[in-house]
């Protein structure tokens, strides 16, 4: 079992940087996908960023491709998500998510657990 609870967010102007971090508790954790999913208001939960147990490979939606980045640290059981040059519309609740299982497609049914979310607000 793994559980989960992000910190990090906050408001920022169009163009800053936030970085999000993702506790996690749970003998799983290292041997666990992590991923970064968000969530705007009225719109469906979409995947934002993934990364293996290894942390060897990682894997990002097109929209934040070359502006955030994901790594974690085994040791301190905490995976992180950079975010630099935001745009309005990366305004949403973003949510960290875990998966002990193979995953293969990064959906958020592959990831049975979760936090319980922090705002990003992007101001223009």
């Known amino acids: 079992q793994v559980q989960l609870v992000e910190s990090g967010g906050g408001l920022v102007q169009a163009g800053g940087s936030l970085s999000l971090s993702c506790a996690a508790s749970?003998?799983?954790?290292?041997?666990?996908?992590m991923g970064w999913f968000r969530q705007a208001p009225g719109k469906e939960r979409e995947f934002v960023a993934a990364?293996?147990?290894?942390?060897?490979?990682?894997y990002y939606a097109d929209s934040v491709k070359g502006r955030f980045t994901i790594s974690r640290d085994n040791a301190k059981n905490t995976v992180y998500l950079q975010m630099n040059s935001l745009r309005p519309e990366d305004t949403a609740v973003y949510y960290c998510?875990?998966?002990?299982?193979?995953?293969?497609?990064?959906?958020?049914?592959?990831?049975?657990?979760w936090g319980q979310g922090t705002q990003v607000t992007v101001s223009s």
């Open positions: 990364i293996t147990w290894s942390g060897r490979i990682t």
């Open positions: 749970g003998r799983a954790f290292s041997t666990a996908t």
């Open positions: 998510a875990a998966s002990t299982s193979l995953v293969r497609l990064y959906t958020r049914d592959e990831f049975p657990y």
